[in-house]
């Protein structure tokens, strides 16, 4: 398996545009989870799925981000629109539910100017 | 809300010298994991302990959960430049909902 994939690997937008990023988990795993990492606030766990359905969204930031799972092998993070303060490294990572191991993709270098 | 804070937050060492690396919550945990993230990387599991008072060791590392699953450490003995990275500790929150630590980035010199 080629692991978790995500893309863009980097992004650089203007403020107030849209931005998409994208993610491939690997086959079978059944939960999905977005993080968004910075200096200042760590590792921080924005949304995660269970079989394709939203479980705890409460570290979504604001009505700006959203998320979706349309099925087992793709999910979207979407940031419309986009502030400076966004800018950060957005991990997306999967696993099995249970004490398994969570893989993560390279994650998305957003910097927004 | 819950929080998982470790100590030390930034660690300097010469290589052979051992460190001890502290995750701490008011929360309990069903399970705890440790990561390690290099740069440009996502983290990299090391490490799931699951029992309190569970004792793991994987080489030159000894990873230990607490009795009340509140808490875990991570000891390294003679560290090498190799362990150089950023260490994260990992708690899951009803089986699934898994939420990381504020990171210990670990710096050894040759």
């Known amino acids: 398996d080629a692991g978790v994939i995500q893309s863009p690997r980097h992004e650089v937008t203007e403020m107030g545009q849209e931005v998409t990023l994208r993610c491939k988990p690997i086959?079978?795993?059944?939960?999905l989870f977005w993080y968004r990492q910075t200096m200042m606030r760590g590792l921080e766990l924005l949304i995660y799925f269970n079989n394709n359905v939203p479980i705890d969204d409460s570290g979504m930031p604001e009505d700006r981000f959203s998320a979706k799972m349309p099925n087992a092998s793709f999910s979207t993070l979407k940031i419309q629109p986009s502030e400076p303060r966004d800018s950060a490294v957005y991990f997306c990572a999967s696993r099995w539910t249970g004490f398994t191991e969570a893989f993560f993709g390279q994650g998305t270098r957003l910097t927004v100017v | 809300t819950q929080l998982l804070e470790q100590s030390p937050q930034f660690l300097s060492i010469q290589e052979g010298e051992n460190l001890t690396v502290y995750c701490n919550s008011s929360s309990v945990f069903s399970s705890l994991q440790w990561y390690r993230q290099e740069p440009g990387e996502g983290p990299v599991l090391l490490v799931t302990v699951v029992t309190g008072g569970e004792v793991k060791k994987l080489k030159r590392l000894t990873f230990q959960f607490g009795d009340a699953r509140k808490d875990s450490s991570l000891h390294i003995t003679a560290a090498q430049p190799g362990d150089t990275g950023l260490y994260l500790c990992a708690g899951a929150v009803n089986t699934d909902k898994l939420i990381f630590g504020t990171g210990t980035r670990l710096q050894v010199f040759p």
């Open positions: 086959s079978g795993h059944n939960s």
